[in-house]
C-alpha cells in the first residue's frame, strides 16, 4: 500500500503559536481558557491536564465540547486571575470585560485573525456595509463582526445573492434624455441599493466560497472592495488536500468535529474521491481500505503531528497485517505557514 500526506497537513503557524504560548502559561501560573484554544480535543485535553480551566461562553462552540467541563461565562472567572485568549480571536466586549474584572490578559489570537479585525473597523468607520464570509455562530466570525457591528454573515453564495435585492423601478431611454446632470443619468442607469460594500472572510474559508459569494455581491453596491483574509495555511493546505485527492481511490481527513477548516477540507476531497473524516486513529475501519492500493491522507489546521503518525501507523500493520507487505510512505516536504 502507498501512504501519501498532502503536501500542507497539521498545525498552522497560528495554532502552534496559540498551544506554545499556553504550555508556556501554564507552566508559570494557572490559568483561564478564554474559548477552546484551539478546534482539537486532543489538544485542548492537555492543556486542560496542564492546568487550565475552560470557560464557553459561545453557543456554537459549546455545543461541540460535550465532553469537557468547563464554566459558561467570564463572571465566573475570579477577578485578578490569568485567562488566555483563544487562537480564533475574541470579540472586542470580551476584552474590555476581562479588563474590567482586572484579569491578567495573555492573547493568543493569531496574527492572521487580527489582521481581519483591523481590516474589518478600518471598513466600517469608512462607512462600508461590512460583509464576512464565515459560518454563522463562530467564534472567530463573532470576533470579527465586534469590530464592525453593522457586518452581515454569510455563509454561501445562495445567502448573498438573496442580499440588497436591486430597485425595480426602470427608465426608459427618453426618460434617460431628460436627466440634466450626469448624475441624474448615473443614478437612473445604477440600480444598485447600497454605495460601498467591503469584504473579509474568515481566515479558514476556502478561496473558491469567498469568489463565488464575492461575484454574488458585485452587482450589489457601486463600489465593491474585497480583502483576502484567508491565511497562508489555507491557501496550502486545502489545494494540497484536494490535489492528492484526485489521486486516490481514498482519502483520510484527520481533524476536529468542531474544526471549520478541516470540515471544509474533507467536503471538498469528497467531490474527488471516497473520503473518511476521522479524529484519530480509533475510528479507522479496515473495510475502507480493502482492495486500495493507494490512501491519501490530509489534516486540519488544528491537528496535532502524533494524531497523523497514529493514522499512518495503523495502515501501515493494516498492510503488513492484510498484505503481508511494507507499506510506501510519500511525505512532501510540509509548507511552512
Known sequence: ?????ARAAGFCFGVKRSVKIAHETLNQEPAYLYGMPVHNQRVVQKIMDAGGKLVEDNPYAASKISR???LNSMDEIPNNSTVLMRAHGVTVQA????????LKIVDTTCPFVTMVHKTAKVLFDEKYQVIIVGEHGHPEVGGIKS?????????????ARKLFPKKTQYFTNDEIMKAKTDSEIVEKLHYPVLTKIGIVSQTTQSNDNVHAITMELLGKAREVRVYNTICNAMHEMQPGAVELSMRVPVMVIIGGRNSGNTKRQAELCAQQTKTHWIESADELKVEWFEGMPHVG?????????EDIEDVISWLQKLDKEKNHAESE????????H
Not at 469590530?147 to 453564495?157: D, F, M, R, S
Open 68 to 70: 469537557f467541563t468547563h
Open 1 to 5: 500500500m502507498k501512504i501519501e500526506l
Open 329 to 336: 510512505i510519500i511525505r512532501p516536504e510540509y509548507v511552512v
Open 95 to 102: 476584552v474590555e470585560k476581562a479588563k474590567e474584572k482586572g
Open 147 to 159: 469590530y464592525a457591528p453593522n457586518a452581515i454573515v454569510v455563509e454561501t453564495p445562495e445567502e
Open 297 to 305: 491522507i490530509g489534516a486540519g489546521a488544528s491537528t496535532p503531528d
